[in-house]
């Protein structure tokens, strides 16, 4: 089975990108770029939109596909997850949802955090680290 999903990569003027730490399965105890799920009858946009305010309190405007990747999820489901790019359009940064913990994180201190698997292969395909 695959199950459609959405993150959103979102840099702040000094070039830090949103992360998150995720508290629930798959990845939990992880940082990945929000997202989730898309709910039926959403669009990507509209379940970018609601995931990234329900993980990270942000109000964000959706932008341009960055890339698409597959992982594996439990029960054999395959987790097919487009990344978009995403700029803030106001609320305050808080972690909430299925969110450990939220905040920007410089690249460069990327390599230090533990992420998601293939999450900065995928960054650095894309251009963007």
Request: with cysteine.
């Amino acid at each position: 089975m695959r199950v459609r999903c959405v993150g959103g990569i979102v840099q702040d003027g000094a070039g830090r990108l949103l992360l998150v730490k995720r508290a629930r399965p798959p990845g939990e105890g992880l940082w990945s770029i929000p997202g989730g799920r898309v709910e039926p009858g959403e669009d990507d946009p509209a379940a970018l939109v609601r995931e990234l305010k329900e993980e990270t309190g942000l109000d964000v405007v959706v932008g341009a596909l960055a890339g698409t990747v597959e992982r594996p999820g439990p029960g054999g489901v395959t987790y097919e997850i487009h990344d978009y790019a995403a700029t803030v359009a106001g609320g305050t940064l808080r972690a909430g949802d299925d969110a450990a913990d939220a905040r920007w994180i410089a690249p460069d201190a990327l390599g230090d955090l533990p992420v998601v698997p293939g999450l900065l292969d995928a960054l650095v395909l894309w251009g963007l680290l």
